[in-house]
Structure formats: C-alpha cells, structure tokens
C-alpha cells in the first residue's frame, strides 16, 4: 500500500525499510517528514487538528503518486498523512521515494509534497492563544505546484 491516513505515529526506518524491501534495483531513497509547528502566523500554536474525508483523501493521494509514476523514473512511493489532534513538533507527514538515480527520487519527493499541500483534501485547524482558527491555503504553495506545470488556485491572497 503507497498510501495511509493514520491517526498514529509513523516510525521513519521502518516505512523506508518496507519501501525498499525486496527491490535490489533501488540506488537511492528520498525522504520527507513534517512536523506540526510550534508557531503561525506570528502566534504559539498549542495544537493542530486535521480532518479529511477517508476514501476520497486516500483515492486522491493514490492518483498524485500515480502521477508522480508518470512524471519521473521512480521504482516506489511511500505517502502517509496524519489526521486528528496533533501537537507541535509532532510528526505529521512522511513522503518517501525509490529509484535508480537520486535525482528522479529528489524530484519526485518534492513533487508529490508540492501536491500534498495544495490538492490534498485535508482541513487544517490551529489553536493558538486567540483561539482555534481554520488554516487557509497559501498562495506560496499554489506557486510552488506550478513549477511542475500545475495551476491550483487554492490560495486566496495572502494576508
């Protein structure tokens, strides 16, 4: 299975391990993790929750890896999304790539997080001294999905 949506914790060497497992054609791996930050937008944030529709979400992220199978000669990709309450500096994404060549793995990771970001179907909620807030999608990240050619138009303007 390329993708998860979990509650739990991941653990980095064992999802790499699996992803690598039993393929001696593989020369480099590429990996990604995220954590929940500690600070946005200029205040504390004590915690953030994310929801996402199951199904729809998985089906969506199994089509941008499919895409990321097009795009670049990769052998395998790991996507797992954490989804529910999550504090700071919590682990909250893993992207991991397999190829022959580290170049296709780099650019296939920073593909697949440039889509992450912006076509994912998550919803972001931060609570910071003022209160929970609903995060709104950056045109930061509209901007970096368009160096692969790829127009989203999520972002209302930035703040």
């Given at each position: 299975?390329?993708?998860a949506?979990?509650?739990q914790?991941?653990?980095?060497?064992?999802?790499v391990?699996?992803?690598?497992?039993?393929?001696?054609?593989?020369?480099?791996?590429v990996?990604?993790?995220g954590?929940?930050?500690?600070?946005?937008?200029?205040?504390?944030?004590?915690l953030?929750?994310l929801?996402h529709?199951p199904?729809m979400?998985?089906?969506?992220?199994?089509?941008?890896?499919?895409?990321a199978h097009?795009?670049?000669?990769?052998?395998?990709?790991?996507v797992?999304?954490?989804?529910?309450?999550?504090?700071?500096?919590?682990?909250?994404v893993?992207?991991?790539?397999?190829?022959?060549?580290?170049g296709?793995?780099f650019?296939?990771?920073?593909?697949?997080?440039?889509y992450?970001?912006?076509?994912?179907?998550?919803?972001?909620k931060?609570?910071?001294p003022e209160?929970?807030?609903?995060?709104?999608?950056?045109?930061?990240?509209?901007?970096?999905?368009?160096?692969?050619?790829?127009?989203?138009?999520?972002?209302?303007?930035?703040?």
């Amino acid at each position: 299975m390329s993708v998860a949506i979990q509650t739990q914790d991941f653990d980095l060497t064992t999802e790499v391990a699996a992803l690598h497992a039993g393929n001696g054609g593989v020369g480099a791996i590429v990996s990604f993790v995220g954590t929940v930050r500690d600070r946005g937008q200029d205040q504390a944030i004590s915690l953030m929750e994310l929801e996402h529709y199951p199904g729809m979400t998985e089906r969506a992220i199994e089509a941008m890896v499919d895409e990321a199978h097009k795009r670049f000669d990769i052998l395998g990709a790991r996507v797992i999304h954490r989804v529910g309450v999550l504090q700071p500096l919590e682990q909250i994404v893993l992207v991991a790539v397999t190829s022959r060549h580290r170049g296709q793995a780099f650019q296939a990771c920073e593909f697949l997080m440039d889509y992450l970001k912006t076509q994912a179907p998550f919803w972001k909620k931060e609570t910071t001294p003022e209160g929970a807030r609903w995060v709104d999608a950056r045109s930061v990240d509209d901007a970096a999905l368009a160096r692969w050619g790829i127009q989203a138009g999520n972002a209302a303007a930035d703040v």
